[in-house]
């Protein structure tokens, strides 16, 4: 079974910092480019990061650059992992972050909620 489970949303406070985990099973892990899109209520869904796992090239969002980081493991017969490293996160951060991979298909996991207060 194709799946993207995501965890490590919380509540923090402005200035602080979270990681964002997907543990990614069931399809082949190098044909995916895999990141982090997120919603905030009322707003349209907005590309946060992405790495193209078979040779770790990555994308940010403008308002991401500098503040975020991704990374991926691969690991053998085990489930693999992207990380979201969320430093300086800000009020307009808050969203619900959904874990996302495209290539051969199109997969979404169910989201974690980041909610940073002022």
């Known amino acids: 079974e194709r799946q993207l489970v995501e965890s490590g949303g919380d509540l923090v406070q402005a200035g602080g910092s979270l990681r964002l985990s997907c543990v990614v099973s069931?399809?082949?892990?190098?044909?995916?480019?895999i990141g982090w899109f997120r919603q905030a209520p009322g707003k349209a869904r907005e590309g946060v990061s992405y790495i193209k796992t078979s040779d770790g090239s990555t994308y940010y969002g403008d308002s991401m650059k500098g503040r975020f980081t991704i990374s991926s493991i691969s690991r053998v017969n085990a489930k693999n992992t992207v990380y979201l490293q969320m430093n300086n996160l800000r009020p307009e951060d808050t969203a619900v972050y959904f874990c996302?991979?495209?290539?051969?298909?199109?997969?979404w996991g169910k989201g974690t909620q980041v909610t940073v207060s002022s």
């Open positions: 069931g399809f082949q892990f190098d044909d995916y480019a």
């Open positions: 996302h991979a495209w290539g051969p298909g199109d997969y």
